[in-house]
């Protein structure tokens, strides 16, 4: 009988979004198959200590399984030091639920690269690019997708001189405006700007989270998901509405509004709208030189049906009502299945680069 794979499940990290990721490993946990894997473990500190935890999986969610985690060196499964692990020891494939920063952004899959290791998800410029909002719009440009107008702004060029910051935003566009930090994810230190007090607000706010903030046109329009999955072929799942119970799609609005924001799939667009975000999903995610998984967001104009790009993220929320693994179930792709076809597109991309490396 063939052992089980050995997935490490790596979580928590030291960027903002750390609760989301307890919240969407523990789903994950939750739902892989025990028969066919055999599921290590690995939580990551706000203080950026690795440690391997054996304990309840409920006890991820509340942050309690620091308290009886080990430290990666005290435990066998130590993974960056692959090669000297007994036969059956080694870890398999790393499925990295981090989001945001140091997890999401191109540094952790760098790590994983020089381990020697699979792991599910984007690569290392394509999670960089991905993570960076401002350098994923440059390339969405070149690819012809359409997108709100923006501003960046870098955090020295506001603490020298706000007042020609907001000046040069007012020219610009007409408010309500969207402030947000560049490299960070699940709408965290996301503002929306209805004049110039609560600009300055969103700016000090955004710049608390990044040294780099991007400021966007408001488009009056549907806010629509699209998740994308695949290597070298990409597919895009069915679309889907987000009906925020505030004002917009905030991190209160999609963890801990107790399910009072609206998912509405299909999405209720036009079939016109919905083959262009479906078409543009596949786009964007090429554009990033995407692997593995993806979701991608959209703004339907309401008067238009113009179909604007707003960002791709590339280790998405998968949270019990996240809407990534939502709307491939809706696809005929139920959760468990589609964490077996992440861990399949894996190791295809390692084998891939393994028999690439050979040549």
């Not at 950026?48 to 990666?72: F, Q, R, S």
């Not at 049906?305 to 960002?311: H, K, P, R």
């Amino acid at each position: 009988m063939n052992r089980k794979l050995r997935v490490a499940v790596v979580f928590g990290g030291q960027s903002g979004e750390h609760e989301v990721s307890l919240m969407s490993s523990t789903s994950i946990i939750n739902a892989l198959d025990k028969g066919k894997y055999e599921i290590i473990m690995i939580g990551i500190t706000r203080q950026g200590a690795w440690k391997h935890y054996d304990g309840p999986v409920e006890k991820v969610i509340t942050g309690e399984w620091e308290k009886n985690a080990k430290n990666l060196d005290e435990s066998r499964y130590s993974f960056l030091a692959t090669g000297d692990k007994a036969p059956g020891e080694n870890i398999d494939v790393v499925f990295p639920v981090l989001h945001g920063p140091m997890g999401e952004d191109g540094t952790i899959q760098g790590l994983f690269e020089l381990a020697g290791l699979a792991y599910v998800g984007c690569g290392v410029l394509a999670s960089a690019l991905g993570m960076d909002k401002a350098y994923s719009k440059l390339l969405f440009e070149r690819a012809g997708l359409r997108q709100a107008d923006y501003s960046v702004f870098m955090k020295p060029t506001l603490e020298e001189d706000m007042a020609g910051v907001i000046a040069s935003i007012e020219k610009k566009f007409k408010y309500p405006v969207f402030v947000k930090p560049a490299n960070l994810g699940s709408s965290v230190g996301v503002t929306k700007a209805h004049d110039r007090a609560k600009l300055e607000q969103a700016l000090v706010l955004a710049a608390r989270y990044d040294r780099k903030i991007i400021v966007e046109e408001f488009i009056d329009g549907h806010e629509v998901e699209c998740s994308v999955l695949g290597n070298d072929n990409p597919k895009a799942s069915v679309v889907g509405q987000i009906l925020p119970s505030n004002e917009f799609y905030d991190y209160e609005a999609k963890y801990f509004d107790g399910g009072k924001s609206g998912l509405v799939i299909p999405a209720n667009i036009s079939p016109r709208a919905t083959a262009r975000v479906k078409q543009m999903s596949v786009e964007a995610f090429k554009a990033i030189g995407g692997s593995g998984l993806a979701r991608v967001d959209f703004f339907v104009d309401k008067k238009t049906d113009e179909v604007y790009i707003n960002e791709i993220n590339t280790m998405p929320g998968f949270t019990k009502i996240s809407m990534y693994p939502k709307l491939w179930d809706a696809a005929g792709l139920p959760y468990p299945q589609l964490l077996d076809t992440l861990i399949e597109l894996a190791l295809e991309r390692h084998g891939w680069k393994v028999n690439t490396a050979l040549v």
